[in-house]
């Protein structure tokens, strides 16, 4: 069985469609607090691909930017508010995609909880992943 190489995900209202071709480069947990108040919850399962791996299919005009810091930006759907995109100068070559908003399944799965030391304080975790935090969310903590 030869597994698949792409797979599409969506907004909520289906207005905004895309695909996505591995490899993937990461995937993990974010516990930050942006992270939490755009989503409303506890975290954030993104996964991350070279943007020339990210292909819109439909709906780029219902895509808005916010700026939600001096390096990233978040994009969601102006029709149903799914977040969607995550950029930053800081890696330029990668966007994060909720790995949420798929239809199926990627080339990995979750590996580390990041901004660990940031997460909400009723938020319990019970896995055996890495915890990172820290200035960059991405040290070792505890
Ligand atoms: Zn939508
Ligand atoms: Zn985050």
Redesign the pocket.
């Given at each position: 069985m030869s597994k698949a190489e792409q797979v599409q995900g969506g907004?909520?209202?289906?207005?905004?469609r895309f695909t996505v071709t591995f490899p993937t480069v990461f995937c993990g947990h974010c516990h930050c607090s942006m992270c939490r108040r755009n989503h409303g919850a506890a975290y954030v399962t993104w996964f991350a691909v070279l943007r020339s791996q990210l292909s819109i299919e439909a709906?780029s005009d219902?895509l808005t930017r916010y700026q939600s810091s001096s390096h990233g930006s978040r994009s969601f759907?102006s029709?149903?508010?799914?977040s969607l995109f995550c950029v930053s100068t800081h890696l330029p070559d990668l966007v994060d995609i909720p790995l949420a908003s798929m239809d199926g399944p990627i080339d990995r799965i979750p590996e580390s909880h990041i901004y660990f030391d940031d997460r909400a304080p009723w938020t319990i975790i019970g896995d055996n992943l890495s915890r990172l935090g820290g200035p960059s969310g991405l040290e070792p903590v505890e």
């Open positions: 907004c909520l209202c289906g207005a905004v709906g219902r759907c029709r149903c508010g799914s």
